[in-house]
């Protein structure tokens, strides 16, 4: 059973805050292992690679190499079925033709003094793609992080994937190769971001780093930012769904669970106006518990982690939502557009009863990286915007500098800074 | 005298890569002092940033408020002179309609299929400004920080200013209320960032936190981060002049002087093609520092950070250029537009002898919050774009589900994710 919380009782309050403060993963202090990697890998480049890989995937890259050939992803294309690998360039067919849409443009004007002023976007030379091992290895994921970078232009796009007792999913080479993946390395862990940050003899050094991983990965990518840049750290997934009583629960039930089967620690809460509605749709969720490959650990999640709210309407509702802001929003109500406008916070919104967040995932052509643990109150998805960077230009002839200079040293003067002053001042007639 | 390089030299690759590798801060580790009083604040809220700010800043919160009041913004605005105050408002007016042209537009269109997809921008609803106290406390930067905040329709502009012995820069508080900051609270250090990221009794939270500071503010925000969103962690700033011999040595002596100024650990650059030229600068530069009222950091900067190069000609200075991926840019050069296309990474750009980088600073209209240390690689300046977050919406009917769901199914399966695969099943007909 899940939580249970309804608006009109007198601790609802207390209750919702409770649960958005609940935290779902155990935090790890792993930063000093992780630096000495770091370090470690600056130090001896390659030679840390071989020995980190061998300890920690037993795996011999002196053998294998540390680079993954042509021939190895030719031969994994050849491994995955014909309707998984046409399914992924559906995908990724989507997925570009949506994200190109992304693609920012210059800007140029000049401004009625006569001063050009405009924003130039370039694309970052070389990004580097981590990619989970082991279960979370998914293509999708590797679809997701680098088409917005083969949209943006990015020359190099550099991925990283342990593989662990020299295990890979020829799927993500599949993938990798789709999305325009330009070189792979068969590495993970602090020491695959390390050697990114820093470059090794193999590795050229990438500009930014992104995609999931896990602890060591994270602080990582903490670690190395400065160096480079990186994406958002991800934490568990989560999903909410408002839906009225209209639904099929057995609908909402499976998304609620496909949400949970992810990752113990992810999250599923559904907002209901109807009390019955609510009680069907956790009897569909525990039957369909029994017949699910993933059973233990979606039960885990839903019990740990899944609340039904009651709310006694949906505008009531969307306060709730954007206190929640959660990663994913699914409306399955009669008049979504009604309650669009009043959603503030969320990563993606998946609109009405047929729009299930699942379509997200895989082929809708929106990002399936999103904002988790209410950081969509202040971040957004992964865009072609991540890969891509802007340049101001300002542009002043002899009148425009007439015209501007005298503010600009005033406040020099103002700030105490005479070295600015006399920049501006040493070239006006004066 | 500065560092000098020869682009014909032998050991210029290296001298060159050495100077790239330049560290020009110490990296002080006050994580753990931090991460006390962040816990601090968190466990007694305004009793504690009574106490930091008695011990820190020797001023008593209890005497004086946390918050600054209306009447003593009113009484700041009395105490600056009328020719700053203009100058003020004419930078703002600028910078904000520079900004307007930022603000992104929501976009919303059905592919083929009919599928609905978009993009919703929404202004994040409450954002905190630190601003540094004493030396760095700069009224430009309020309004470079506040502005964009302000143009994207953040409700809740909330500044924190320490005042060490309650000393406080009314040109700071005319700023702020310039460039509509709503609330301003008298604390700075670590406590301040503590107060935004969780609240307290007087101060409610904030979604994300902006603005310089020092290292104890820099690491604070790094740790809160994740709660919080942040900007970029600010470095010393930085400026390289790419210019010919046909400028004035004193201007361009002033814009290396303008930047040395600002730290000791700032850096200037000049790029030239002509050894004659470069040897006036130097000159120049020694000369001017005779007269300037910061000629003791502005020296140290030039001395320790300041460095020549001397090039064959520009188009191969461009991919040092690119290299060093500086803050500022200045192209003072017979033709600017011809390099224009071949810089690839800069915070900003200023084109030709007139447009002096403390233009921009000021009263250009762009903003003056540039990625430092080499991080325009990979990294933009402050923007509208950093006030808002993007929610993406995805629309299918039936049919739509029909199309995509196969696909979907297909690619669920590969994962092994079940209940993925059936939350699309079970809406399809089949």
């Not at 294998?64 to 067919?93: C, R």
């Not at 991540?386 to 101001?392: A, E, F, I, L, M």
Request: charged share 20%.
């Amino acid at each position: 059973m899940a939580l249970r919380l309804n608006f009109a009782d007198s601790g609802f309050s207390d209750a919702f805050t409770a649960l958005l403060a609940m935290k779902r993963e155990v935090s790890q202090d792993v930063n000093d292992v992780v630096s000495a990697i770091i370090d470690d890998v600056r130090a001896r480049g390659d030679a840390a690679l071989i020995d980190y890989t061998r300890k920690f995937d037993r795996l011999d890259l002196q053998e294998t190499g540390i680079a993954i050939s042509a021939e190895e992803i030719e031969a994994a294309m050849g491994k995955v079925d014909g309707e998984t690998l046409e399914a992924l360039k559906f995908a990724h067919a989507r997925i570009r033709a949506h994200h190109e849409k992304q693609m920012p443009t210059d800007d140029y004007y000049v401004d009625p003094v006569g001063v050009g002023l405009g924003s130039r976007w370039t694309a970052i030379e070389a990004v580097g793609l981590y990619v989970p091992g082991g279960l979370a290895s998914y293509p999708s994921s590797v679809l997701m992080n680098a088409v917005p970078a083969q949209v943006a232009g990015v020359e190099r796009i550099v991925m990283v994937v342990p593989c662990p007792d020299g295990e890979l999913n020829p799927l993500v080479l599949a993938a990798a190769r789709i999305a325009g993946v330009s070189e792979i390395y068969r590495i993970g862990g602090a020491q695959a971001v390390a050697a990114l940050a820093y470059g090794t003899d193999t590795i050229a050094p990438v500009a930014k780093i992104v995609g999931p991983g896990n602890a060591y990965v994270a602080a990582a990518k903490k670690q190395v930012f400065g160096t480079v840049g990186i994406d958002m750290i991800a934490g568990p997934s989560e999903v909410l769904v408002v839906a009225d009583g209209n639904n099929s629960a057995d609908w909402i039930a499976a998304d609620l669970l496909a949400q949970a089967e992810h990752d113990e620690a992810a999250q599923s809460i559904l907002i209901t106006d109807d009390a019955g509605f609510a009680d069907a749709v956790e009897a569909a969720v525990e039957s369909q518990l029994k017949t699910l490959s993933r059973a233990e650990i979606a039960g885990a999640s839903w019990r740990d982690f899944g609340a039904v709210i009651l709310v006694p309407d949906f505008v009531s509702a969307m306060p709730l939502v954007n206190r929640l802001a959660p990663e994913h929003l699914e409306l399955a109500v009669d008049d979504p557009d009604a309650l669009l406008p009043l959603v503030r916070n969320a990563g993606a919104i998946f609109i009405g009863r047929h729009t299930p967040e699942v379509i997200g995932d895989y082929v809708g052509g929106s990002n399936h990286v999103l904002p988790t643990a209410r950081s969509a109150r202040f971040s957004s998805g992964l865009s072609v915007l991540d890969y891509v960077k802007r340049t101001s230009v300002l542009r002043l002839g002899t009148e425009q500098l007439e015209a501007l200079g005298p503010s600009a040293i005033a406040l020099a003067k103002a700030e105490g800074l005479d070295a600015h002053a006399r920049s501006v001042a040493i070239r006006m007639n004066r």
